[in-house]
């Protein structure tokens, strides 16, 4: 059975600290990891998709990496704004649906 | 081009009430999906079509049906609300270039 797991549940982080969130992923088979960034109230706003492993993507103060059995999504030198939920999920080939992690709930002091 | 669109924002019902929460987008796209998200869970999926007229279950469909007639427009159907129902259900779109998008969210209470 596909499966993500999202660590850790929750990180706080002072402005400027960077750090790095982990999805580990069980999946027949990677079509594609998705990156998406939630807002409270709002739905997933999409980040990266990445397709095989060493593949890195970055954006703005984002930058995710891809291995066979996990993925990171790093936050360098982050800012309040960057407070958010980040979810991950992955697809398998032949199969429509996404596989979702529960998310990791990030916020940033100043 | 607004995307995504989902409607209510918000409902309160009572169980055994039915009731069509409304989702579209304009960026002509062949996949659509419904997903729920529930706290300490991620999004599951319920149903999903690839195309008009081409629906298929998710992982959690029971209680809920849906309908392509267009390709725009991607409804579901709660057939006899009950409370293990409340939920946030998020509408979802993309194109086979996998990139997919969200709606904002119908925030549903079953009392």
């Known amino acids: 059975e596909d499966q993500v797991t999202q660590s850790p549940e929750a990180l706080r982080l002072q402005e400027g600290e960077s750090s790095s969130l982990n999805c580990s992923y069980t999946v027949s088979g990677l079509r594609g990891l998705f990156w998406y960034r939630q807002d409270p109230g709002k739905g997933p706003e999409f980040l990266f998709t990445l397709y095989s492993a060493g593949e890195e993507k970055e954006k703005e103060r984002l930058k995710a990496t891809l291995t066979k059995k996990e993925s990171f999504l790093h936050i360098t030198a982050p800012k309040p704004e960057d407070s958010a939920t980040y979810l991950c999920?992955?697809?398998?080939?032949?199969?429509?649906?996404?596989?979702f992690g529960t998310g990791t709930r990030l916020l940033v002091s100043p | 081009n607004a995307g995504v669109t989902q409607t209510p924002k918000f409902q309160v019902l009572k169980t055994g009430q039915s009731m069509t929460l409304q989702c579209a987008q304009d960026?002509?796209?062949?996949?659509m999906s419904w997903y729920r998200q529930d706290p300490g869970m991620g999004l599951r999926l319920i149903h999903y079509?690839?195309?008009?007229?081409?629906?298929d279950q998710g992982e959690v469909p029971n209680g809920y049906n849906v309908s392509r007639s267009t390709t725009e427009d991607f409804p579901l159907r709660l057939l006899s609300a009950a409370p293990s129902q409340t939920s946030v259900y998020f509408c979802a779109s993309r194109s086979n270039l996998e990139t997919q998008y969200f709606g904002p969210g119908t925030r549903l209470l079953v009392l």
């Open positions: 079509s690839v195309g008009a007229g081409i629906t």
């Open positions: 960026m002509n796209h062949e996949y």
């Open positions: 999920a992955v697809q398998a080939p032949g199969f429509q649906k996404l596989v």
